[in-house]
């Protein structure tokens, strides 16, 4: 006989367990199914362990820089192995923590393979036992995984995911990254840093694509100023293992093909969703031509009762659209009549240093979307906590809408930015204009000084250049 619920959940990242633990606080009977580990990739091989091993080689960076702050660190060293302990300590400690919350909405765990296998019917295979269970609802949060090259297939020696380069068997000597959006470029950040030699090659015309072109252009001329080689509208077309390293044929955009040798390559060209072997077409769910699985507002699939959300349903494919598409999803089944997800009032966050972020639309979408727009922009060099902190890199940019003051958008790049970026979607969120930041009243000494005074620009208010 099958076990019962309210809801079943498939699929433990930040996506799944949030809307497992809404759902609780819902009094829906609500069961998780996870193939690994709590948390899923984000928690346990994504989001926070990288995090972690970009907090190292930040403080790296400094120990290397301590001159400039009148201190004396002598032959700055560090020890692969704990560096990576760390990381998984991090990713350790949290995994526990989501399997305590579990506990505390009791919510039901199975750990196995899960498969739709019929309406509101779900199977669980674990060591050759299988698992009955039903459901009134089903949400799929099964995620994506590391897009592979056909010619560069990863084999954690030489030819790395994200996955082997979060737990380097060896430090790289010389790193070659394919891709710069926020994976490949946080992690030629975080090896630039510990030392590695390091060349980031992209097929389209400027690193970190998706942000604003500015910022795209300030981030190209910083990871070079740190040693970095950027090759953009570049392609590789061809990875050979050469037994003490790989080679690699390197396509640049005047056509030229040259062959250059490296010890290691990432490969970080995107992801693909998790959408085989889990019943999908038992049930008659449509994935769209990526394999993406379409939704309509509330995360509910063309299938009653079956909805999808995070990395499965497609870009952005960012942990916080996970979680908040979660909840609606949830509070949808529960009947509250939730809000749909505005894609444009999720920011965005790359960790690299110096750190980008961004929320809305960028000046070129915005004029593509037919705005008549006013851009300010504000930088680090003339605000003074930055300054005194030696992180005068960088800048803020911001965007209106010319005829209603609306902030469409607003995108920024240097120290701890990450942190800063929330204060806009709030402001997005909250549909404010103009006229509400050249009001608000921000801090002094702080490096969000940077965010209003690039509002003060946007209509000829600027104090401080």
């Known amino acids: 006989m099958a076990d019962t619920f309210d809801l079943i959940i498939l699929g433990s990242g930040p996506g799944g367990y949030v809307a497992a633990i809404r759902a609780s606080q819902l009094g829906l009977k609500t069961a998780i199914v996870e193939r690994e580990s709590l ?11 990288t995090k972690a091993l970009l907090r190292t080689s930040e403080i790296y960076h400094y120990m290397k820089q301590a001159d400039k702050y009148g201190l004396s660190v002598e032959k700055p060293s560090f020890d692969l192995e704990k560096v990576i302990g760390r990381s998984r300590g991090v990713a350790k400690q949290l995994n526990q923590g989501v399997t305590g919350l579990m506990k505390k909405n009791k919510v039901t765990v199975y750990f196995g393979d899960g498969k739709l296998t019929g309406p509101g019917k779900l199977s669980v295979t674990k060591d050759g036992a299988v698992t009955a269970l039903e459901a ?28 082997t380069a979060m737990t380097p068997p060896e430090m790289p000597t010389k790193l ?19 030392g590695s030699e390091v060349t980031v090659v992209e097929m389209l015309d ?42 690699a044929e390197i396509k640049d955009k005047d056509g030229k093909v040259t062959t250059e040798d490296f010890s290691h390559v990432i490969v970080a060209v995107g992801i693909v969703p998790n959408v085989e072997n889990i019943g999908l077409e038992d049930v008659g769910v449509e994935p769209d031509k990526r394999f993406h699985i379409k939704t309509d507002a509330t995360c509910q699939t063309n299938v009653p009762g079956i909805y999808a959300i995070g990395d499965v349903t497609g870009a952005p494919w960012l942990a916080h659209k996970a979680s908040h598409e979660g909840i609606i999803a949830v509070e949808a089944i529960a009947g509250l009549h939730p809000h749909a997800m505005d894609v444009l009032n999720i920011p965005g966050c790359t ?5 980008v972020a961004s929320v ?49 958008g607003a995108h920024m ?50 104090l401080h250049i």
């Open 39 to 49: 948390g899923g990739i984000c928690l346990n091989w994504g989001c926070i362990p």
């Open 136 to 163: 009134k609802n089903i949400i799929i949060a099964t995620g994506a995984r590391a897009r592979d090259l056909p010619f560069a297939k990863a084999d954690g020696k030489r030819i790395w995911t994200y996955r």
């Open 176 to 194: 070659l990254v394919i891709g710069s959006g926020a994976i490949g470029v946080e992690f030629a950040s975080f090896y630039n840093d510990m």
């Open 206 to 247: 400027r690193v970190l694509p998706v942000e604003d072109a500015e910022v795209s252009a300030f981030m190209e001329k910083s990871l070079t100023k740190q040693g970095m080689k950027i090759r953009t509208s570049t392609g590789v077309q061809k990875i050979t293992d050469t037994g003490t390293g790989i080679s």
């Open 351 to 355: 960790y690299c240093h110096p750190q």
């Open 360 to 408: 809305g639309l960028t000046e070129a979408k915005a004029k593509e979307a037919g705005y008549k727009v006013k851009v300010g922009k504000f930088p680090f060099i003339g605000n003074g906590k930055a300054i005194a902190l030696g992180e005068t890199e960088g800048f803020v940019k911001t965007v209106f809408d010319e005829a209603t003051g609306e902030l469409l």
């Open 413 to 462: 790049v240097g120290a701890e930015v990450t942190e800063l970026i929330q204060g806009y979607t709030i402001g997005k969120t909250l549909e404010t204009t103009e006229a509400e930041l050249m009001e608000t009243v921000f801090p002094h000494p702080t490096i969000s000084e940077t965010m209003h005074e690039s509002v003060l620009a946007a209509y000829d208010r600027v």
